[in-house]
């Protein structure tokens, strides 16, 4: 009791008398000493601090963080660590903070291969929400060294979460490539993120091979064109979204072409929207010809300004913002009016050479016109895409 009394008084130079004489009153007590050298390392006096550790050592062997915090007075004086390092690592292997206090040295003194298996124990041990540790790493390395040296296998999947969410989409390639090298299934949720990363950059076919590999799309498609079983394939797939005045949904018909089922955009009469809220993306080739077909049927339709499929160029390059940088490629379909029958309509285009993608999309302009309200209903079925015959 005594012991603990003088160990507890306060104020830095009071606690530091009270610790030593704690520890002739309990020499058996390796926590006085550890304490006392913690205090001693705190204000630079290092080898003070190492016969403390010493001391509490020879009481308990087994003292993970006496070895470590031997091991860093050790470094602060330009000795070598390693013994205490190694002994820190075998009487701590299961602490995490033990193995991430030794990746720190390792990394600090240059050694970076011990470095690497440290923090990746660390990081196994500390798991899920982790994004200190990954912080820490990205100050320290590169994602290459990353992915060579410290995570592998489960390892890996959880920091691709985080490269995802905090990093750029170089490092995000990185760790890809990785998985794909060793093997490793990536989470759906991952291999959309991805997918939106790389489209958003106007990547629009790396993005296509990451969201369907090993599945059966293929690029130069439309997808669920016949509208029957819309699945979600995002980032590509159909997007329906309302706007102003404009529901946009897939509904049931009698007199659908293809099948049961088909795109329905309700307009309420009220309105003059500039809207663009249907559409997907695909993967196309540059210089290529294709060629987008589908059918439309229009009820009583009122505006000056009708709806309309049209198709957008993607850029491979785009700065920030969202898919579909211009690269010189609108072409559109004919407006819809008033009302009219089943009807095909026909989009003939060429890809220009920086576009790697298109934006098929339903689309109508706001006007300045005396009828701009925006009233009626606009149905569209059976689209495709198909590469036009050489020389069209």
């Not at 704690?22 to 080898?47: D, K, S």
């Not at 003292?63 to 013994?83: F, I, N, R, T």
């Not at 394939?233 to 088909?262: H, I, M, Q």
Request: proline share 4%; net charge negative; charged share 20%.
């Amino acid at each position: 009791m005594l012991a603990s009394y003088y160990a507890s008084r306060p104020g830095p130079a009071a606690h530091v008398a009270g610790l030593e004489r704690a520890a002739t009153l309990v020499p058996e007590n390796w926590r006085y000493f550890l304490e006392l050298g913690q205090i001693l390392a705190a204000f630079g006096e290092y080898a003070e601090a190492i016969a403390r550790y010493r001391k509490a050592i020879a009481n308990y062997p087994a003292c993970a963080v006496c070895w470590m915090s031997l091991a860093e007075a050790q470094a602060a004086l330009g000795q070598d660590p390693s013994e205490a390092i190694e002994n820190a690592v075998a009487t701590g292997r299961s602490h995490p903070t033990t193995r991430l206090r030794a990746a720190t040295l390792y990394a600090m003194l240059g050694r970076d291969q011990e470095a690497g298996r440290e923090f990746a124990a660390a990081q196994r041990g500390i798991g899920e929400g982790g994004d200190d540790l990954y912080d820490t790493l990205h100050r320290l390395y590169t994602a290459d060294f990353l992915v060579d040296h410290v995570f592998v296998g489960e390892d890996l999947i959880r920091y691709f979460g985080f490269v995802l969410q905090h990093r750029p989409l170089a490092d995000a390639r990185v760790v890809w490539a990785r998985a794909a090298r060793d093997g490793v299934e990536i989470r759906d949720w991952q291999r959309v993120a991805y997918s939106k990363s790389l489209l958003r950059s106007g990547q629009v076919h790396e993005a296509w091979e990451a969201r369907f590999a090993g599945g059966p799309a293929a690029a130069a498609s439309v997808l669920d064109g016949d509208f029957e079983q819309v699945k979600d394939n995002k980032p590509f797939g159909w997007y329906l979204t309302p706007g102003d005045g404009v529901l946009a949904e897939v509904a049931s018909c009698d007199d659908c072409l293809d099948g049961e089922r088909a795109l329905h955009l309700v307009f309420d009469g009220k309105h003059n929207p500039h809207y663009a809220g249907v559409w997907q993306d695909v993967a196309v080739e540059p210089g290529a010809a294709y060629l987008l077909r589908g059918n439309a049927k229009a009820e009583h339709i009122t505006s000056a300004s009708g709806p309309r499929v049209a198709v957008r160029g993607i850029a491979r390059h785009v700065s920030g913002g969202g898919a579909g940088g211009d690269c010189g490629l609108w072409a559109a379909g004919p407006e819809w009016k008033l009302a009219s029958a089943w009807r095909e309509f026909r989009i003939e285009f060429r890809v220009p050479a920086g576009c790697e993608g298109i934006r098929v999309l339903v689309t109508r302009a706001s006007t300045d016109q005396f009828n701009k309200f925006l009233g009626g209903e606009l149905w569209i079925d059976a689209v495709s895409l198909t590469e036009a015959a050489a020389g069209g």
